[in-house]
């Protein structure tokens, strides 16, 4: 049907493929090869997905509608949100089936808000940005906030639990959920979009389809969590000599503020110092150089809030605590003390080659797991410059690695399945995740199998042969 | 085998139970009649159970050993905790087929605590109230909180996903866990027991496991996240005209200290009284009588919460949004202020028979709701006295009646079932929940069938037949 597609379409597909297209219209289905290219690539490179169409239905009964067409005629399909995934999920692999791509995109629009019962009703394409501004238009906060979410989807938010810079206070994507509407694999629709904070009627379902990557079902829109908007917030960009210090500020801060604090950041001194040296607009707010970093924001109603964090920094310099801290003075030098967290990732480009970890271990392991995997990384190739920063606060640390200085990149990404395989290694010891918050998709399949116990992935494949038992939801990942 | 059981036991299931007694000692087993009385009712008296004994191990693996040689002999498993629940969830009904009770009584084990991750990890056996205290002491909060604190059983919490006060500020009881234990319905165990605050690797088991009410799986163990301990906390009674009123207030207070309510809980007139009126320590504080009360409760590291607080009472005040409000100077104070809420259902018991209704609809729709049933009411039989009470600020509202005061009280619970159905399609018209926190169990089996759609029902039942297929967990209940 299309060049993009090596295997040879069967004709019951075909059939079904026309009656896709006869249904959505124009502009409802893309198969020129050109156009289709946004849908195949992932942001890193890393897989090159095909398929026979990308299919944009534009409501919920279109998607059923299509994915009941599919269901009969054996043809898989991918669902696809913003595809800024970073594990390959939203990939359309179809070496050796037929497939198509369904994006959510079209389904756009905020159905319903609520403030006083603080939800909001929206569709799975609205883009998470245009979420978080709709709910702050309404005076209330929708807190889930990461890299992509200029670009990002809801929908894709919950189906991959999304994580991000405020989960030590308010939860991953999941948490942030009240109801869910789901197309399941056979065309039929639940609707669960439930606007309750109670509800004790039977099995839980709405947590089996989010975090399950597009594979048991298609969230086509959602109910979601608003909050009060923080009136006082502070952000301070804080130096210390270690780790241990940082995690010994961490607690005396929570101490201090409780769930005032909102979020809670490491970023160790390479990481620091190359968002410096490479990206516009990134100064280092301090006199001397330091061995790690903490970014501190906290949020609330209390106009102490600021009193109480200089009294607990104060009392953490003279502990010795902390070696220095900045007080951001207005939301523009706030912004200016998040942008060197935010483009470590981009900054990283310029120091050549990097393969990365996204994992997690328990808050309190946060030091001895830096410490270990360092150790790990220095016995496998001695040169290779740790970037190492995240999600402190919740244990979710981006265990980065750029290449020796004098290596070829080459050379350097040969090692990426053995270091992966040492820092995962060395997590699971520690009872953490070898993936925190992007999920698994294509890229974490075979660390599934490796680190998952037999009675989980068990448990796990009956839930997929219960869902979608002919396996036509984004066959080849997860599982 | 016993007098309590009515059904032949077969040989197979006879020899089976005959393994279990020596497989758990002298203290592990039970089949005395009168020492099996306390499993075989619950305390309404709704439901009487029956069964062939009570097995009561000590550790996972022991539940793991007499649930495989249940499954081996076709013998049925009802779990139970503390055995407090209100629809007969873990009453053993066994009628037509040979079973037994699983009481997690002698799980009792706190297996650790972590401060700086905010973790704790306990056995399912360990009462509410242990675990809340443990959390104390290590100056912590766990935030479920209860009338039944003091005897229901943290498994039992999450095999029900309990709500409570709370629920408000920090969630339901599913809300609270990072990781499980499971014991499967053939006796394999799933040790899900995550410390982690964000593991993204394939498909969330323990959310399908919690609220499940022992029907898919045998919690044995648990993490659950403990919180900062507020520093400083506002309990206040304020007295309102009316339901909209004590809505618009809600919101007032929201608005003014976001989640630094804890607590909202709104009372009528009548459950007011009656507390007043049976309760030794219930007395009324305030001058005059009025319709409705909100219970307000807010929590904090902010000293200037009480302040607030004071502000947003004096312009409701001044607005006519109330019209009086009594603030606690005391703990003592606040524990005689929340009396009157906690004792409402005991104080109903004086009033003669009660039909009860434990519902929720979204926050925006309480008043709504509460003028509708309360017509419904009327319309049905008129002298009917309405006991309103509830989680206002979470949209759960437990809408009891008291019997008419001239009126027999058998007469009056034959009216049970009218009750229920018009109060239960009230609210699911008005997108709620006929079970807010109370679950299925026995008692709502049929309001599951009737209001929940048929794709919920049938994946329900899928999750069913994948996770126990040959039924032996928890049968009759929830499906």
Redesign the interface.
């Known amino acids: 049907m299309t060049p993009t597609m090596t295997v040879d379409i069967p004709p019951l597909a075909q059939q079904a493929i026309k009656k896709i297209q006869d249904l959505l219209g124009p502009h409802g289905w893309i198969d020129d090869p050109a156009d289709m290219e946004r849908y195949l690539n992932e942001q890193r490179g890393l897989f090159k997905g095909e398929c026979a169409g990308v299919a944009r239905p534009a409501t919920t009964d279109e998607v059923a509608l299509v994915i009941e067409t599919c269901s009969r005629a054996g043809i898989s399909v991918t669902p696809q949100g913003g595809n800024t995934g970073l594990v390959g999920g939203a990939v359309p692999v179809y070496s050796d089936q037929c497939g198509i791509v369904l994006a959510t995109e079209r389904l756009n629009r905020i159905r319903d808000i ?1 403030p ?4 909001m009703t929206v569709e799975a394409g609205v883009i998470l940005a245009d979420v978080q501004k709709t709910a702050r238009d309404a ?1 209330l906060l929708f807190p889930l906030s990461l890299g992509a979410e200029g670009s990002c989807r809801i929908g894709g938010n919950l189906a ?2 999304a ?1 991000g810079v405020q ?2 206070r308010y ?2 994507a ?2 942030l959920v009240l109801g869910l509407e789901v197309v ?1 694999a056979d065309g ?5 979009l ?12 709405k ?2 389809f ?3 990557e597009g594979t ?1 079902g298609i969230i086509t829109a959602c109910v979601l969590k608003l ?2 908007l ?2 006082y917030q502070e952000t301070v960009m804080c130096a210390a000599a270690d780790a241990p210090a940082v ?1 010994d500020l ?2 005396r801060v ?7 604090l909102t979020a809670f950041e490491i970023i160790n001194r390479f990481a620091f110092d190359i968002t410096v040296k490479h990206i516009d607009g990134c100064t280092d707010p301090f006199e001397h150089s330091h061995e790690q970093y903490a970014l501190v924001q906290t949020g ?6 600021r009193e ?1 964090l200089e009294e607990t920094l104060a009392q953490a310099l003279e502990d010795g605590v902390i070696a220095d801290a900045v007080f951001a003075q207005s939301s523009t030098q706030a912004a200016d003390l998040w942008r060197i967290r935010e483009t470590i990732p981009e900054a990283q480009k310029h120091e050549g080659a990097s393969i990365k970890h996204d994992v ?6 946060v030091p001895d797991f830096l410490t270990r995997a360092t150790d790990l990384v220095e016995k496998e190739l001695t040169a290779t410059r740790v970037c190492a920063f995240g ?1 402190a606060g ?3 640390i981006h265990f980065n690695l750029s290449q020796p200085e004098t290596m070829a990149s080459d050379a350097f990404l040969n090692k990426w399945h053995d270091f992966n395989r040492q820092i995962h290694d060395l997590v699971m010891q520690m ?10 998709g294509m890229l ?1 399949r075979d ?2 199998t490796r ?3 037999d ?2 992935i068990d ?2 494949r ?2 997929k ?3 979608d038992p002919d396996g036509i939801l984004n066959p080849g990942k ?2």
């Open positions: 609520d006083l019962n603080q939800t005076g991959t639990n994580g989960v030590l939860g991953n999941r948490d399941l039929r629709t639940w609707e669960g439930s606007r309750l904070r109670k509800d004790n009627t039977g099995y839980d379902l947590h089996l989010m975090g399950s048991l909050y009060a923080p009136k995690l961490f607690g929570r101490a201090a503020v409780g769930d005032g609330g109603m209390s106009k102490d809030l109480v997690s271990v328990p808050v309190s392991s999600h919740d244990g979710n009872g953490g995740s070898f993936s925190a918050e992007h999920g698994v974490k660390d599934l680190y998952k116990s009675e989980e448990l796990m009956r839930m042969q219960a869902l997860v599982l």
